[in-house]
């Protein structure tokens, strides 16, 4: 299996980037083969132009990284997105990916019905996320807007249909400990 990490944050020593590193060790030490987009680092623009949305729905990219990243898209069989939950929700600099990237005919094609995913060949999302409300609190009080609306709308309609989602909640009060357990959780370990 092929994997495809999409990373998005702009500090190195936040704890997604240390998310980041114990995935990549995982994978490795399962001989797992992986590529990694670092949105920040790339220095992606995650702003649709007026160029770009005028041939969008020819699925036409002007951007050299989204033909790049388009191409890492294509030759994954598994995709992990790792962000900060934001105001209930992912950073604008990935919700930018999303817009750019999963273009008309390579993504998903218009049925007259609603949108048909064309991205049938990744075989499943997993999504790890950081927030400082506790899980809880996204998956009752806030809509559950990870696991609604980006795993089972958006990767959904793009023809991903398997997808996981794990948080971890209440970052700011969590202890060393905690923090240590979860990542040589992610680790394998």
């Not at 680092?41 to 989204?66: I, K, M, R, T, W």
């Not at 609306?149 to 989602?165: D, H, K, N, P, Y």
Request: charged share 25%; hydrophobic share 40%; glycine share 10%.
């Amino acid at each position: 299996m092929h994997v495809l990490i999409v990373y998005c944050h702009p500090y190195e020593g936040s704890f997604n980037h240390a998310e980041l590193e114990a995935l990549c060790e995982r994978f490795e030490r399962a001989g797992e083969p992986y590529e990694v987009i670092d949105l920040y680092a790339d220095g992606f623009d995650p702003v649709l132009s007026a160029a770009e949305l005028a041939v969008y729905n020819e699925g036409v990219a002007l951007d050299p990284l989204v033909k790049r990243y388009q191409e890492l898209v294509a030759g994954a069989d598994r995709l992990v997105l790792i962000f900060p939950i934001w105001w209930n929700d992912m950073p604008a600099m990935l919700r930018g990916w999303f817009d750019k990237v999963m273009l008309a005919g390579f993504s998903w094609v218009a049925t007259g019905a609603g949108l048909e995913g064309t991205l049938t060949h990744i075989e499943r999302a997993d999504v790890y996320t950081t927030s400082s409300n506790p899980t809880e609190f996204i998956e009752h009080k806030t809509g559950d807007g990870i696991r609604k609306t980006l795993i089972e709308g958006t990767l959904w309609q793009l023809g991903i249909g398997a997808g996981t989602w794990e948080n971890f909640g209440g970052m700011d009060v969590s202890t060393p400990e905690a923090r240590a357990a979860y990542l040589e959780k992610l680790r394998g370990r």
